[in-house]
């Protein structure tokens, strides 16, 4: 295998936009994991919210209107979690891993009618100089909009976890139920 054919510059566009999804369920994990829940089922929230998307965008022509798609089925998902843990409360393992399941099949079931279609991509943003600079701009000023929103929305999630009165009562909610309910 010759390693000297691999651009860096491309290698490290295209680990950025394959790490965008997964860092959107990691942003809304992190929420969960500092309330205390254990989530297990992410897994099956992304891939049913992924197979909803492209379902959606195909339908509709529309890339943008596959992500609401996906961000809406994603969270029905979540709510199914939620509501069973903390209303019915289930076993959170159990729950999570069901959910996994259950979204695996369902996106296996979803996918066997898209075949091999193909959707529309979202059009990079053009970042005036900055996309032109020859290395930098293709690895870092020639992607999608979601790419750069996953980025702002890490460093909002940070903000408000570190320095906003909810976000510190969520981290003390995750860390010490007891004190917590101690202190209404």
Do not use: C, W
């Not at 997964?22 to 994991?33: F, K, P």
């Not at 309330?35 to 089922?41: A, D, E």
């Not at 049913?48 to 798609?69: R, T």
């Amino acid at each position: 295998m010759d390693l000297s054919t691999i651009n860096p510059a491309l290698l490290v566009a295209s680990l950025m936009i394959s790490a965008t999804p997964i860092l959107l369920a990691a942003l809304g994990e992190t929420i969960v994991e500092k309330s205390g829940v254990l989530n297990l089922g992410v897994e099956g929230m992304m891939i049913i919210g992924a197979v909803v998307g492209l379902f959606a965008s195909i339908h509709f022509s529309n890339p943008y209107l596959g992500f609401v798609f996906a961000a809406i089925f994603a969270s029905i998902f979540s709510g199914i979690f939620g509501i069973m843990v903390l209303y019915f409360k289930s076993n959170q393992v159990a729950t999570g891993l069901g959910l996994t399941l259950v979204g695996l099949g369902l996106s296996s079931l979803i996918g066997e009618f898209l075949g091999s279609q193909k959707t529309e991509l979202l059009e990079p943003v053009y970042f005036p100089f900055l996309s032109d600079l020859k290395f930098i701009g293709p690895m870092f000023f020639n992607h999608d909009i979601l790419l750069y929103f996953s980025i702002l929305l890490t460093f909002v999630l940070y903000i408000f976890l570190k320095f906003s009165r909810a976000g510190m009562i969520l981290r003390a909610v995750g860390e010490n139920h007891d004190a917590a309910h101690a202190l209404g």
